[in-house]
Structures are given as C-alpha cells and as structure tokens.
C-alpha cells in the first residue's frame, strides 16, 4: 500500500490542480481526477511500487499540459485504470471495453500514398514515427542506470545488424560535443533536452547515461533510444512522399523486430510511456503551410474534425514559425499503424484542397 506521505501529496496535488494556481489548467489529467477516482486508487501500488502519485506528477507539476499522465510502468495502465481509461477514451475515442486490432503497418499498400504535394506548394518536409518498449523493462521512471546502459548494449548490437540503405551508425547521447547535439535537434532529428513534461515524470533519470541516436548516413532513418521511450522509430525525408517514408519505415521496424523483443498488450497494443502514444504508436506528420487556411480562427478547429492535430515547428510544445505547422494524426489507439498513416493523409489532403478553394 502506498505510505501516507505519497497519499497526502496525492490530496494536495487535487487541491493545486482546483484551486486558484489551477484555474487556467485545462489538461485531462485535471478533468478526470476526480474525488471518486482518487479514493479508489490512492492507496494503490504497482509491483514495482509505482504509485497514483507516480503516474500524475508531470501534469501536477505543469499546469499547461494537454494530457499531464504517464504510466511509470505497463501495470500501471491497469492498476490505475480508473484514472487512465476516462483519458485514454477522450484522447483516442477508445472505449474500456475496446481492443486494439492486430498490426496492418500498411505494407502492400504504399501505392495509396502518392506524394500529396507533388509540386512541392505546401508541404516541406514528411515524417513518420512509431513508438516501442523492450520486453522486461519498464517505463522511464523505474529504470536503474544498469538497466539504460544494458538496453542501450542490446539495441546497439541489433542496430549494427541494418543493412541497405538503412545501414547507419549509432551516436550515443553521453559523448557528443553541444554543438552536434544541438544541430540535430534544430535539423528536427533529434529529441530535445531538458523536457518538462519528462522531467517532472521522473523520465529524465542518469541522463544522458544509454539515451542517444542511430542513423543511416542519409538521416531518412532514425532511432532514439531511452527519450520518452526505449526507441523512437523514425523514417522521414523533404517532400510529400508519404509511401517512401512508410516503405522505409515498414522495412526499419519489421528488421528490428526480430532482432529485440517488444512489449505488447492485448488490448493497448504497442506499450508506451505516455497514454497518447498507445496502441499503433504511429504519428504521421508533414511540416506544411498554409497561409490561407492557417490564418483562419478556426483552423485547429478544422484540424480536430480531421482528426488531425496541430504542432509547432520544433514540435510538440513549440510554435509555428514562418507559417509553417506540423500537422499529423491525432490518435494512435484503437486503428492500426496504416490506419493512423492515412488519417493523416486523408486529412491533410483535404486541408490542401481548402487552402486552394479559400
Ligand atoms: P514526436 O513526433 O516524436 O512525438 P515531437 O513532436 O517533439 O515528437 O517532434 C520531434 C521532432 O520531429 C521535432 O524536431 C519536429 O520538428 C520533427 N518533425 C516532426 N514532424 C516533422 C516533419 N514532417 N518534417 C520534419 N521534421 C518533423
Ligand atoms: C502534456 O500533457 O502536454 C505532455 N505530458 C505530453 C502529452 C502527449 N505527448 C506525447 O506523449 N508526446
């Protein structure tokens, strides 16, 4: 059972999030905490003695986040259930009694995908990411150091393994001069440093002991490895081509998947640390303007009915810049990766032809 201290900052952390300091908080966290919940599963703990306190304290912290949960570890999504299925339900539309259907990354179907900005008037840049955990860790937050750099060992050894054109070098986090470090993060290939939302979930631990990057000398393929997740799978190129991108994805992920073991629930599907990235884990996006439409008030209104959400240029948490937006599918559980690719296609596509009408 959790002690009283983890109980009183549980009671405290409620009276911040309704109090005045909380009165601009509209995050999910926030909105389903209730009383109710918070008597069910304050005294609960996960085998490795994760705590109801554990899973809220990013959203605790910063009162300006969108979702503010994480699952310290996978039990945690049952364990505290009552807390996660209310935003797991608002964030994908994906119901308790729900299951996530089996894997279609969408292979055989790359010709759906022709570039949807062949002249090059809208679209920049095309991404596509996927989200794995390594069988028998946890998340972030109960991780040893041994355990980062022993993960780290076991997806080095499988990365040296790519052929092709997805041969590329590993570069581990712990090592690497600022500079380097700080000119793949501005070229949008690298995860950025210092995160809040991570820190304060306790994400953050030994950094940047076994974090780092693998990539093919091209950087159209990219692994993060221990950022918010064990690894970050990444395809991405300029351009609109989104069925090279998921070609080269497919080919990356269906590799490395016989090379390591990844966890996977029968019902949330791929296991990740945030509850927005369960499920399929993809998000698909393209870096695109559009001046016309995105200078309209309800433009991320539009985007929602698209299912499709809006991010700033350097990402999640960041602004747009020059007009241009990140604009990719919004759920990833309960439709499958190729299900989650063409949201955004279709989306975005749709967006392309208002641009040309307004
Ligand atoms: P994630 O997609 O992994 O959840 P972020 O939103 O933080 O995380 O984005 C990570 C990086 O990927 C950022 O630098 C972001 O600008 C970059 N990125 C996302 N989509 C694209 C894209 N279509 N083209 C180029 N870079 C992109
Ligand atoms: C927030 O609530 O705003 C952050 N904790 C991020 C939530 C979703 N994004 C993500 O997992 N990349």
């Known amino acids: 059972k959790a002690d009283c201290e983890t109980v009183k900052k549980i ?3 409620y009276k911040k999030l309704n109090g005045p ?36 304290r990013s959203g605790v912290y910063n009162l300006d986040a969108g979702v503010g949960v994480y699952a310290p570890d996978a039990e945690a999504y049952k364990v505290f259930s009552g807390l996660f299925d209310p ?37 920049k840049s095309t991404r596509i990411r996927c989200g794995r955990s390594l069988a028998g860790y946890p998340f972030n937050p109960c ?27 590993y570069y581990p986090l ?25 820190q304060h979930a306790n994400a953050c631990n030994f950094w940047p002991k076994g974090r780092g990057i693998f990539h093919n000398n091209d950087k159209t393929f990219l692994i993060w490895v221990n950022e ?10 300029d351009g609109s081509d989104v069925g090279t991108v998921l070609d080269r994805l497919i080919k990356g992920v269906k590799h490395i998947e016989k090379q390591v073991p990844f966890s996977r629930d029968d019902r949330l599907g791929w ?21 016309k439409i995105s200078a309209r008030k309800d433009f991320k209104d539009i985007c929602e009915k698209l299912n499709l959400q809006v991010r700033g240029i350097h990402g999640e948490h960041s602004e747009s810049e020059g007009g241009v937006y990140d604009i990719s599918n919004k759920a990833r559980l309960g439709l499958s990766e190729y299900e989650a ?16 009408k307004e």
Do not use: W
């Open 341 to 356: 690719v063409k949201q955004m296609y279709d989306g975005v596509k749709k967006l392309i032809e208002m641009e040309e």
């Open 271 to 291: 296991l990740t640390f945030c509850p927005t990235n369960l499920g399929s884990t993809v998000r698909a996006s393209v870096h695109i303007k559009l001046p």
């Open 87 to 123: 935003i797991i339900e608002e964030y994908h539309g994906f119901k308790p009694n729900e299951k996530q259907p089996p894997v279609d990354l969408g292979e055989g179907k790359i010709r759906e995908f022709p570039p949807l900005d062949p002249k090059g008037k809208y679209i």
């Open 174 to 198: 712990d090592g690497m001069t600022k500079e380097t470090q700080n000119k793949l993060i501005a070229d949008h290939f690298l995860f950025k440093e210092g995160d809040r939302h991570l």
């Open 228 to 237: 918010e997740d064990h690894m970050r799978i990444i395809s991405m190129q």
């Open 11 to 13: 009671e405290e952390a």
């Open 21 to 56: 300091e909380g009165e601009k908080c509209k995050s999910l966290l926030k909105k389903h905490l209730t009383k109710n919940v918070i008597d069910e599963l304050k005294t609960k703990k996960t085998k490795l003695g994760a705590t109801l306190y554990d899973c809220i």
């Open 143 to 169: 991780l040893k150091e041994d355990d980062y750099l022993a993960m780290e060992g076991k997806v080095k050894k499988a990365f040296s393994t790519f052929d092709g054109q997805l041969k590329g070098q």
